[in-house]
């Protein structure tokens, strides 16, 4: 069995060092090696320091780069770096090395002699090149090389762009890409597709056609690169940054060479004209305007701020190239994007539309499902592989083919076909055998259209993994209007949020509440609480609390919060496991319901906090009562608990928010007996149903603690002059020091006159009182108000 303990990496740039902590993040052992720097002063000759600069200041930069390429930046210290003069020998230690090196064929096939000469007999070895053919490297290599090597192209950043591009040549082990794809899938996290040995590969070969593609139809459509940037984002699927802001953040010079790279590379290609540069893009490269890292490009950042202190923008106007304020366009197209929450009614009320957005969506659709279908068998075998591609390399929310079906597939090749584009023969045969999708869910199993076996074939790997998407068309054990649980195998539930955001209000507790009761009365191993949106939840509806607390509903604010509170007990104290899987915001509400299930499978980018603080509250859900459990559990006799209490006390009172399940570890939001980490997003639905099947044989049902201690009057002094402290440097205003007070209250169990042990709900039952008392505030309601306004926190 090949196990992997120790990686060396190859060049220390952008992706090198990227990759490098990538590594990292997942525990192994890392060499990073570059050149030594050019002009070595003589007295400088055997001073390691020195000749290790280049990949120090590399790894020193990742480090602090944002966002952050390591999950906690303490597994910098898994990385050492050297030079390729004095560590080479080095990489004999290593199972895999990985070149990141410039892209120079010749310079990577010297790296490669000398990684030939000293790595040990079936040591992986992969390039990361993003365009040099792979089967080029091979020259002069050993037959153990050529078996063991092919390319692993990242993207960057490597921490969060999902895709791993797998490119084996004729000569590479058939056992080494196998090895790739799982390891690639199950411990670096990522989505692995095998592409074929061919220009940019796939994401970017389809990726970088998509965007130039664009770039002509703008011009077409004679429309605002704001208006594209608005009809290419979220309206039909996609990031924010649209496709000209997307082009500014990768980059013109990077952008073009690519582009003029497949153009060269690729002469059968029947669109290759859509990778003319346009005129507009050759100005921005004479004025040295290369987007993001030089300052402008599309858009020109202003140093002074909008009305809501958000930074101003310029846009180029592509006919004149001058900067201008973005102009007001008035599309119906975009007023229907916004209207629509789902997003498959969404794209296809978008492309009826007859306006000029809706004309160049449906020719930019029309212009792109010709090209995918004409790419296969070239650069890959079947559809899985392109959508697979776009979605993880490029953050689209669907692949060509699933917007194919959107549109449906007769139509798509209507559409193509008026606008001057030739669909591919297979895709008209596969028509003419009654076959109208692409993809087909039955019985909770997914199947994709695979052109060799002109049929239906699962999805591989499919059956393996929980996708709540494919149990939509069963029926739902429960079902209410903001949840859904769903049976998913093996005598497990499964409840869904269903809410705008995932905002916890009455109907996911007392979905909750039902789906406890109904696993414990019946023949059910457990729950797991999870969902497959970006962010877990954003926490409490908070627009729910805020009506209610402006109009001085204080009863029915009293038992929402009695609710809530009870949730998160009946969690903890169920007859059956209750786990949870997290992944993006999980904050406030949500993050106190995952402290009370019997295990967290946190997604590794999970960004997990208890932000009250910034909406003026404590967290009321028992996340503050569960915050003095984990104090109580942690002190040591003998031990001096005023630290413990303090730190505990800033976690919450600041709004701490992890920015990875390893650093919720760190501020005490998940545990280490019994909390895990899922670097696969994609996979923790499936980990919290093992973890469920793995506790259910033996679960006993826990029984409510009274045992809390908690320090009284000792901890409340300590605690109010370190508040003290915090107004006095001028950290924190007036209402501030209230919640951080009204939060040392519950934490310190109130006014006693010495520590002593409470139970739970002696605690729960103070948290609710200042969580009440706080939402009779003002400056608390002023602040719920800018939040749902504004989206961002009012200190006030």
Same mark, same amino acid.
């Given at each position: ?45 055997? @001073? ?18 944002? !966002?952050?390429? #390591? ?52 040591? #992986? ?47 590479? @082990? ?47 459509? /004679? ?37 003029? *790279? ?13 990778? /003319? ?19 402008? *490009? ?45 997003? !498959? ?59 194919? @079906?959107?549109?449906?597939? /007769? ?13 591919? %023969? ?7 055998? *009654?076959?109208?999708?692409?993809? %087909? ?26 996708? #709540? ?5 069963? @029926? ?57 949106? %970006? ?30 509170? %009870?949730?998160?007990?009946? &969690?903890?104290?169920?007859?059956? !496991? ?18 009370? &299930? ?13 932000? /009250? ?88 049902? !826990? ?43 519950? #934490? ?49």
């Amino acid at each position: 069995m090949r196990r992997i303990k120790k990686v060396a990496v190859l060049g220390s740039g952008v992706m090198g060092s990227g990759i490098a902590c990538h590594f990292a993040n997942v525990g192994l052992e890392v060499l990073m090696l570059d050149i030594l720097p050019k002009d070595l002063p003589a007295d400088a000759a055997n @001073d390691r320091k020195v000749r290790n600069n280049i990949a120090d200041e590399s790894l020193q930069k990742a480090i602090k780069s944002k !966002p952050a390429p #390591l999950y906690d930046a303490a597994f910098a210290s898994r990385i050492t770096t050297g030079n390729f003069e004095d560590d080479f020998g080095k990489v004999n230690e290593a199972d895999w090395i990985i070149e990141v090196v410039i892209e120079r064929l010749d310079i990577k096939k010297q790296v490669f002699e000398k990684v030939d000469q000293y790595r040990k007999k079936g040591t #992986l070895v992969t390039t990361n090149t993003s365009g040099i053919p792979i089967h080029l490297m091979l020259d002069g290599r050993s037959e153990d090389f050529r078996k063991h090597f092919c390319g692993t192209h990242f993207f960057n950043p490597p921490r969060y762009l999902r895709l791993l591009e797998i490119i084996p040549t004729p000569e590479t @082990d058939p056992e080494v890409v196998d090895f790739l794809e799982d390891y690639g899938t199950r411990i670096l996290g990522k989505e692995t597709v095998v592409c074929k040995d061919t220009p940019a590969f796939i994401a970017n070969r389809v990726g970088v056609y998509s965007m130039a593609k664009l770039f002509q139809l703008t011009t077409k459509y /004679e429309l605002p690169i704001t208006i594209v940037d608005k009809l290419t984002g979220p309206a039909i699927g996609r990031p924010k940054t649209g496709t000209f802001r997307l082009a500014d953040l990768v980059g013109h010079d990077t952008g073009v060479k690519v582009m003029q *790279g497949i153009q060269q590379n690729c002469p059968d290609d029947e669109q290759a004209a859509a990778f /003319e540069v346009p005129g507009y893009m050759q100005f921005l490269l004479d004025k040295d305007f290369l987007g993001n890292k030089s300052g402008q *490009g599309f858009y020109k950042r202003l140093k002074e701020k909008d009305e809501k202190g958000r930074t101003k923008f310029l846009s180029l106007n592509l006919h004149t190239h001058e900067y201008e304020e973005a102009p007001k366009t008035n599309l119906p197209s975009l007023g229907l994007s916004k209207q629509i929450d789902n997003l !498959p009614n969404r794209i296809r009320a978008v492309l009826k539309s007859e306006d000029k957005g809706g004309q160049m969506l449906a020719e930019y659709f029309a212009a792109l499902f010709a090209y995918v279908s004409n790419r296969i068998p070239e650069i890959c075998d079947d559809i899985l592989g392109i959508d697979k591609a776009l979605k993880a390399g490029f953050a689209w929310q669907l692949g060509p083919f699933e917007y194919w @079906d959107i549109v449906g597939i /007769e139509n798509g090749i209507a559409s193509a076909e008026a606008h001057g584009f030739e669909v591919a %023969q297979w895709v008209k045969d596969m028509v003419s055998k *009654g076959m109208t999708q692409f993809y %087909q869910v039955e019985g909770g199993r997914a199947f994709y259209y695979d052109i060799e076996q002109e049929d239906y074939q699962v999805v591989p790997g499919s059956e393996k993994v929980v996708r #709540l998407d494919h149990l939509r068309a069963l @029926d739902p054990v429960y079902k209410n209007d903001e949840v859904i649980v769903h049976d998913i195998g093996d005598q497990v539930l499964c409840l869904e949020f269903r809410s705008k955001a995932n905002a916890i209000g009455e109907g996911i507790l007392r979905g909750i509440n039902e789906a406890i009761d109904i696993a414990e009365n019946g023949d059910w191993r457990g729950l797991v609480i999870g969902n497959e949106a %970006q962010n877990f939840s954003v926490g409490a509806n908070l627009m729910m609390i805020g009506m209610m607390a402006f109009q001085q509903e204080w009863d029915d604010l009293n038992m929402a919060v009695d609710l809530f509170q %009870q949730t998160s007990m009946r &969690c903890r104290y169920s007859a059956i !496991p209750v786990v949870i899987a997290t992944q993006g915001y999980t904050f406030g509400g949500s993050c106190e319901i995952s402290m009370h &299930c019997d295990a967290v499978m946190a997604a590794a980018e999970t960004y997990i906090g208890l932000v /009250e603080a910034g909406v003026g509250l404590i967290p009321g859900g028992g996340g503050t009562k569960e915050f003095a459990v984990r104090l109580s559990d942690g002190f040591v006799e003998g031990d001096v608990m005023i630290p413990s209490l303090i730190e505990k006390t800033k976690t919450i009172a600041l709004a701490t928010v992890a920015t990875s399940a390893y650093e919720g570890f760190k501020h005490g939001f998940l545990l280490s007996e019994k909390d895990e980490v899922v670097v696969n997003t994609k996979l923790n639905i499936t980990e919290a149903k093992r973890k469920v099947i793995e506790l259910s044989p033996d679960y006993v049902q !826990p029984i409510r603690r009274e045992d809390i201690l908690v320090l009284g009057r000792q901890g409340l002094a300590a605690l109010y002059a370190f508040a003290n402290e915090i107004r006095l440097g001028n950290y924190g205003s007036a209402h501030d020091i209230k919640i951080a007070k009204k939060l040392a209250w519950v #934490l310190c169990g109130g006014d006693l006159s010495a520590p002593q042990k409470v139970s739970e709900q002696y605690l729960l039952d103070l948290e609710r009182e200042a969580f009440m008392s706080l939402l009779g505030e003002q400056k608390t309601l002023e602040r719920i108000q800018y939040m749902l306004e504004n989206n961002k926190p009012l200190r006030n």
